[in-house]
């Protein structure tokens, strides 16, 4: 098999989860390949629909829940348009895992805050499930996401099972302007909400994930509550075709988004090129 | 390494009785039209080749990666999609006449196209291929392969090269595969011939060294260090993004992955000869486009050549065809600016270690 062959995957179940974006949960058409597949938390594919191409997103299922692999996408070009109009049963392409992954031996013992904002919540979510089906192996678990409004909050279910977990601290916000009258969040942007839900960063990981200018003024609060670059995790995209170091797109200078990322370090951030 | 002194008959010969046995042989052949023009192309008779005339428009290396070509085909049925594989094996084939610089620069791509996974297409290709060097006799004012650590004579990529001499050629059989190409034919080569052979040798190189010194190694990390440069800003302008240089590059190998329906049930997955040049390349789905500008996109090319892939793996990704400036419509020049480059470097190392 050539490495641009893909997996046939069917869909198995469809979800909305705004009026833009969808989840797909996928099982591999042949049995044997889903029994041995593995990928880590954090590592991504290219999806394909045969006639209009693949597209790169993230796993966003946790590699400790096996048998089938999660995405979530929005319908925005021509792959994730033609993604759109499928239906269960239907058949699409995956390659992958490709990438490297969120250090998940690295956080074990010590806590973890998961910040995303909009549909940057699909990579963080994948190393949630993974972090909060190996519970015990974790201190504090807090989650914080927002979106521009409620409507606009992915995972909807999920966050509901989040708030009702003793085990982990959630804080929900939306833009101002996004509130609904039911709404019981946070009326904050990102960076506001991190610097009333975080305390410290003692003994503490940071997973964050979102659009660009979420990530530009959620730094330097991550920084004024001391924690250091190289323990501030996020995860880049950057347009690929081939995901594997060879068609030559996605390098931000040296580095390579699909070969040394797409998960880095606020650090190794800071040290790559500006041109992401 | 074997040499042997080949005649131009017993190589119309060798071309001859592969030709009988379909076996596909490439070698330069004058265009039709502009018979001062030559391309690699399938030839059908050891006449159509013409050594040492000029260099080839294009480099060899769509003959490993095609312009296009098809990754998989498919076809939508009720049951659901069947995908069908293309073979990963070629047909062998035999290149007569390369340049060495367009030789060296498969070498150099081999590296990227094995980089933890194995492409099997580009390297199905590599290994059904033999490929017949000559040393480079057709240079001109825009060759810098010396500079970029090759030469006229260097046999990089080469698994024979041939070097013309009295009525002939010294072939130095540089690799297994060309020493059977060459088996049961020519004569063992004399003293005489190998010391004339590199006496050849070193005349063309002599030809080529004036007109880039050797790129320093430092390049490399100036390059890397210096991604803000205002020299960027300017150094582009008249750059049109139209590509032509990747196009013609023997080491250029970006691709863009696209699917073609051949009905409304069936088609195919190509891939396609792509360039960071164009300013749709890195455009990603939202409108953000991270290398918005030219200027972007030229650094992008120079700092891939000379700093990601030498630090990559540990060699330029150049051969100092020259085919990028001579094509240029815009009169880009790359051994002039690889050259300001590099004295830019060395001003710059000189007053900071004053």
Known sequence: ?276 | MTRKFITQQELALLVGNLLAAHTRVIAPVRDEEDPRQVDYKPIESFSQAVFGAAIPRRSMKEFFLPITEVLLSYKLTHEGVKITEVPTQAPPQVIFGALPCDAAGLKTVDKVMNWDYRDELWFGRREASTIVTFLCSVMDHTCFCTAVGLGPEDSKGSDAMLIPYEGGYIAQLVTERGEKLFEGVGTAATEIMISASEDTGKAARAKVEPNLPAIPGELSEWLKQNFNHPVWKTIALRCHGCSACAALCPTCHCFDITDEHTSAEAGTRRRNWDSCQTSTFTVHASGHNPRASQSERFRQRIQHKFSVYPSRFGEMLCTGCGRCSRVCPGGMDLPTIVGELVSLAKSESEVSGQ
């Open chain 1, 1 to 276: 098999m050539n490495i641009y062959q893909p997996h046939l995957m069917r869909i198995r179940e469809i979800t909305d989860e705004t009026v833009d974006t969808r989840t797909f949960k996928l099982e591999f058409q042949d049995p044997s390949i889903g029994q041995t597949f593995a990928f880590q938390a954090g590592q991504f594919g290219e999806y394909s629909v045969f006639g209009e191409g693949e597209s790169t997103f993230c796993i966003a299922s946790p590699p400790t829940r096996s048998g089938y692999i999660e995405c979530s996408f929005k319908a925005t070009g021509k792959v994730t348009s033609a993604l759109r109009r499928l239906a269960v049963g239907d058949t699409v392409g995956f390659r992958g895992p490709y990438g490297n992954h969120f250090p998940l031996e690295k956080m074990k013992g010590h806590s973890i805050v998961f910040i995303a904002g909009g549909i940057g919540l699909a990579p963080v979510r994948c190393v949630i499930w993974n972090v909060l089906d190996l519970r015990d192996q974790f201190k504090d678990v807090t989650i914080i996401y927002g979106a521009r409004t409620v409507a606009d909050l992915v995972y909807k279910r999920e966050l509901d099972e989040w708030a009702a977990r003793q085990d982990v601290k959630l804080c929900l916000a939306v833009d101002p302007g996004g509130e609904t009258p039911e709404w019981k969040g946070m009326v904050a942007r990102i960076p506001t909400a991190v610097e009333k839900t975080v305390s410290s960063a003692e003994d503490t990981f940071a997973v964050i994930c979102g659009p660009p200018v979420m990530i530009k003024f959620t730094l330097p609060v991550l920084e004024k509550l001391n924690f250091p670059g190289d323990r501030i995790y996020t995860t880049l995209e950057n347009r690929m075709k081939c995901g594997l170091g060879k068609c030559g797109r996605c390098n931000i200078g040296p580095t390579y988004v699909c070969k040394d990322g797409p998960v880095f370090t606020a650090a190794e951030l800071r040290a790559l090129p500006q041109e992401f």
